[in-house]
DNA sequence: CAGCGGTGAAATATCGTTATATTCAGTATA
DNA sequence: TATACTGAATATAACGATATTTCACCGCTG
């Protein structure tokens, strides 16, 4: 069994190039050394290959170079897409992502938010669904999707918007009569003004509806018979459904489906998100796409960036509209 | 502006209850201490609102709560699902997941290396495309996939069993004539082994079948040629399909629905991976499921039980076949 | 040539913990 | 009664960096 040496230190590497502890420091951190002490410095960290502890240095200096990203989990595609592309934005400024999931619990939310402050990150991502969530006062925190007040900035997708767009969009292609489809958090969050924007685009465009809004932990079944409830001789009531999600739209044409409706020919469907099966593969049918891109690029800049007291408390990105029909037609 | 008051140290607490920094230490940790000091230090801590910081702990007793996990990204779903499942694996244990994406990248993959070493966590599960992958010396890593040889631990599914069970399986429901087709890296790795699986099957069952193997970066429609090489007057050489994973099961499915043909009625298709599109929804199509919450709590167990030394060095998990016709019927 | 600021590396204090060494009651033993 | 032994808390060293202070040396000036 080999002896493994130890990990080599910057007292080491000092000792080596025969320099002190606070010129290897300068070196390292690519602040001016006189040009002889910097080769010999350098020659002595490749020599001994040395590299420096994070945890000593974060110590130290107060600076970690980690962001904590709290999610509920990694199941949903929109939340996948936003964590790979903070992880992305992130990695980009040399910073890393120490994830916690939450499974949507409020207690463990809670919890997340003690560790992350805990471990010193320099900064909170967070998608919450406690509206009581204590904010930790030392560290700087952004919400994507729930708005915690003017004191902690938020960023979301403009749902209002993307509410009106769909409803416009189906009217456009046709429609006479309308129906949205919510299964969601009862707490107020940004999302939930997808139905407000819908409601208001309607009315504006003197177009009849109905609305259907479970709570989350609702059976889908729920919407089955909804579904039923609204088929008379084979003929649904509505010719066009905006589903709150893409993930509910998928149900619902599959349904739809079962019943011997056609989708787009007997009634038109939109989701909201513009998830894809396989990364880069055709949508399942038409959506309000979330900038996904843009909401973490956002988040990363501000918090990294520290824009967060000049910026407003609320920034809502705006959607886009993307033609799906392939898989359903 | 209101002045933050600085975080809160041991000493701090230390003062505060009236006792030495050691006899906080040891509260905090659930050392032994006697009962009335216990009470003071626990009073001292809630009224100050202390919390251990993890840096000063880390830096002294080597010993972080922190595993890397190194993946190519967060778009392909066995990824995200295995992703998933090992920061649940971790979480349970109290540990937390520095996650790192390398985009297939054998350069970006050895530099996310020395990162995490630098970063000093704890152990390091790692799904590489590097054979050349220079391993640290003094943590623990796991390889997903890729074998580096007796000494280094290597997880994976059982890609051979998989191969010949999906041939097995086309046959058992009738097919007469298969095709394999394959996209993927050259670099031989525990998935290539699926080939030979298939082709051991094909032999001891006696039936004909094609090859198709394209490496990584290849377009598509090398594919699409390959089948409309084999389809004679609407007819294709072959009646069952295996596809190397279900993302390209997909697309392939997609490609004979645009050639007339129909699935299954026309030829049989089944993949590998057991992806489903939103978590709990039903498969696109038949597959060979990879036991990836076996993977991960393997991985897991492995690296911070540190049952490294004594386990095998390849472990290969047994996979099994699941019926997806519902979308493609 | 004594004195003086300016320069840049060396020396040292410090970050907040854990680990080790030390102290000191309180008891048991001869 | 003096001595050795426990056990538990206190005091202090150490982890490996960065931040701050010290100080030797330089060229200038009067």
Known sequence: MSEQKPVPTMKDVAREAGVALGTVSKVVNGLPVGEEYRVRVEKAIKELDYRVNSYAKGLRSNKTFLVAVIMPNLVNPFFIRLVNCINKALAMRSYRMLFYATDFDPQQEQEVVLLAEQQKVDGIICLSYNPNLKIPANIPLISIDRYFGALISCVSSDNYGGGRLAAEKLVENGCKNLAFLRIGSKLTNEPNKRKDGFISACEALDVPYTL??????????????????????????????????????????????????????????????????????????????????????????????????????????????????????
């Open 212 to 329: 259907k809004i479970v709570d989350d932990g609702t059976p889908y079944s729920a919407f089955e018979e909804f579904l039923q409830e609204h088929l008379h001789d084979g003929k649904l009531d509505f010719d066009g459904i905006f589903c709150v999600t893409d993930s509910l739209a998928y149900q619902i044409i599959n349904s739809l489906k079962g019943m011997g409706l056609r989708v787009p020919e007997d009634v038109q469907i939109i989701g909201f998100d513009g998830s894809r099966h396989f990364g880069d593969m055709e949508l399942y049918c038409s959506t309000i796409v979330q900038p996904v891109e843009e909401i973490a690029e956002t988040c990363v800049s501000m918090i990294l960036e520290k824009n967060l007291l000049q910026a407003p408390s609320l920034l809502c990105l705006p959607v886009s509209y993307a033609y799906g029909g392939t898989t359903w037609k």
